[in-house]
C-alpha cells in the first residue's frame, strides 16, 4: 500500500485548506486511514483517522476544526482543515493506522501546512 498526502500550503490565520491522501495498491474501505502531523523535533501526532467502517476520530487539538472524509471511488482520503491557527503549521502526513505503529514504516514526503499569524 502506497500513501501520498498532497494540498499543504501557505494560509493566514483563520484560512483553510484541504489535504488529499492519494492511496493506491488496496482499497481504502478496507484500511483504517488517519492523519498525522510532525514539527520538527517532536514526535508525530494522530490527529484524526477514519475506520473502514467510516467511524471518524480526532484529537482535542483539531477537534471542531478539521474533518477527515473519504472517497471510495477515488481511493482517496481528505483533511478539510478550518479556522487554522499557527500551532498547526507542521508536515502532515497519512498512513493507514496498522502500518503507522511499525517501527520504520514508510511514511511519504508528508505535505507542508503553514499558518501565518
Known amino acids: 500500500v502506497q500513501l501520498q498526502a498532497s494540498g499543504g500550503g501557505l494560509v493566514p490565520a483563520g484560512g483553510s485548506l484541504r489535504l488529499s491522501c492519494a492511496v493506491s495498491?488496496?482499497?481504502?474501505?478496507?484500511?483504517?486511514i488517519g492523519w498525522y502531523r510532525q514539527v520538527p523535533g517532536k514526535q508525530r501526532e494522530l490527529i484524526a483517522s477514519?475506520?473502514?467502517?467510516?467511524?471518524?476520530s480526532y484529537a482535542d487539538s483539531v477537534k471542531g476544526r478539521f474533518t477527515i472524509s473519504r472517497d471510495n471511488a477515488k481511493n482517496t482520503v481528505y483533511l478539510q482543515m478550518n479556522n487554522l491557527k499557527p500551532e498547526d503549521t507542521s508536515i502532515y502526513y497519512c498512513?493507514?493506522?496498522?502500518?503507522?505503529?511499525?517501527?520504520?514504516?514508510?511514511w511519504g514526503q508528508g505535505t507542508q501546512v503553514t499558518v501565518s499569524s
Open positions: 498512513n493507514d493506522l496498522a502500518r503507522a505503529l511499525v517501527a520504520g514504516a514508510s
Open positions: 495498491g488496496s482499497s481504502i474501505n478496507i484500511n483504517n
Open positions: 477514519i475506520s473502514k467502517g467510516g467511524t471518524t
